[in-house]
T-cell receptor, first 117, second 113 residues
Framework: NAGVMQNPRHLVRRRGQEARLRCSPM?????VYWYRQLPEEGLKFMVY????????ESGMPKERFSAEFPKEGPSILRIQQVVRGDSAAYFC???????????????FGDGTRLSIL | GENVEQHPSTLSVQEGDSAVIKCTYS??????FPWYKQELGKRPQLIID?????GEKKDQRIAVTLNKTAKHFSLHITETQPEDSAVYFC????????????FGGGTRVLVKP
């Protein structure tokens, strides 16, 4: 059973370009979460999606950042007009449909390390 | 929103000794508390978790305790080994809030042989 798949593993962009990060959840998982990890820091929640729905985007910057999880294909985190401060590791996690009485653990992908020149 | 504090930020122990990491959370509605281990350049890996209806959980050399009244939880690693060296993150989540994880700042553990 393949885990959470993220690509690319490393992405280099120049200031002003666009970055697209992809995440395929584990088989059977319908919930996707994106987190950002700045160098030497912890992980910060960005956005939570289910198929074709953004459930919670409270952690995502209002400008330049967007996310989607289409009916078919991976979830995409898109950063437009990147700036140096966007350099970070972006992790995707997935979980199955939460049970009615319990939380479900989130399993992380290997991340995409974004470097802005 | 939820806030999770974690300490210490660094922890150096001798191989074979125990390591303890403590976290506090602010939102009493939090009901699930996972712990992740992250090695350099790797993804966070879930190592143990505890739900709010349980006070303690153990898995081999790793144990987690939860005090809901005081709103704190701890990770205990016994008989530490060099391969336990990593950054450990605690997290808290509220099922009603969509299960998003709020992480502590991390503890860098170094096990000296």
């Amino acid at each position: 059973n393949a885990g959470v798949m993220q690509n690319p593993r490393h992405l280099v962009r120049r200031r002003g370009q666009e970055a697209r990060l992809r995440c395929s959840p584990m088989k059977g998982h319908s919930h996707v979460y994106w987190y950002r990890q700045l160098p030497e820091e912890g992980l910060k929640f960005m956005v939570y999606l289910q198929k074709e729905n953004i459930i919670d985007e409270s952690g995502m910057p209002k400008e330049r950042f967007s996310a989607e999880f289409p009916k078919e294909g991976p979830s995409i985190l898109r950063i437009q007009q990147v700036v140096r401060g966007d350099s970070a590791a972006y992790f995707c996690a997935s979980s199955p449909l939460p049970g009615s009485h319990s939380n479900q653990p989130q399993h992380f992908g290997d991340g995409t390390r974004l470097s802005i020149l | 929103g939820e806030n999770v504090e974690q300490h210490p930020s660094t922890l150096s122990v001798q191989e074979g000794d125990s390591a303890v990491i403590k976290c506090t959370y602010s939102d009493s509605a939090s009901n699930y508390f996972p712990w992740y281990k992250q090695e350099l350049g790797k993804r966070p890996q879930l190592i143990i978790d505890i739900r709010s209806n349980v006070g303690e959980k153990k898995d081999q050399r790793i144990a987690v305790t939860l005090n809901k009244t005081a709103k704190h939880f701890s990770l205990h690693i016994t008989e530490t080994q060099p391969e336990d060296s990593a950054v450990y993150f605690c997290a808290a989540t509220i099922k009603a809030a969509g299960n998003k994880l709020t992480f502590g700042g991390g503890t860098r553990v170094l096990v000296k042989p």
